[in-house]
């Protein structure tokens, strides 16, 4: 079965850091870029990060860039997203997903694979 599972999101408070993790079953993420999304309550969901499998090129929002660090241990078949300096606008659900190529792509309908997300809150 085909599957992602995100892990590492919790209550940071604000200048915080957490670690967060994307583990793949079922299929092997070496093919794949992957990307992570966040969605807060109300707002539509929005790319954060990606990091293609073809040249270990990565892409950060301009909202995160300086902040977060992604990257990809293939031997693990995992993906980790850093997040230092965290700020109360990063608090969202954090979903990890699999693009339909292995460059990075723009559009949130590109990547077909989608863990169930991590709840991140940054608070004090």
């Known amino acids: 079965q085909v599957q992602l599972v995100e892990s590492g999101g919790g209550l940071v408070q604000p200048g915080g850091s957490l670690r967060l993790s994307c583990a793949a079953s079922?299929?092997?993420?070496?093919?794949?870029?992957i990307g992570w999304f966040r969605q807060a309550p109300g707002k539509e969901r929005e790319r954060v990060s990606c990091?293609?499998?073809?040249?270990?090129?990565?892409y950060y929002a301009d909202f995160v860039k300086g902040r977060f660090t992604i990257s990809r241990d293939n031997a693990k078949n995992t993906v980790y997203l850093q997040m230092n300096s965290l700020k109360p606008e990063d608090t969202a659900v954090y979903y990890c997903?699999?693009?339909?190529?292995?460059?990075?792509?723009?559009?949130?309908?590109?990547?077909?694979?989608w863990g169930q997300g991590t709840q991140v809150t940054v608070s004090s």
């Open positions: 990091i293609s499998s073809s040249d270990g090129s990565t």
């Open positions: 997903a699999a693009a339909s190529s292995s460059f990075c792509v723009d559009l949130v309908a590109e990547y077909g694979y």
């Open positions: 079922g299929f092997t993420l070496d093919y794949y870029a």
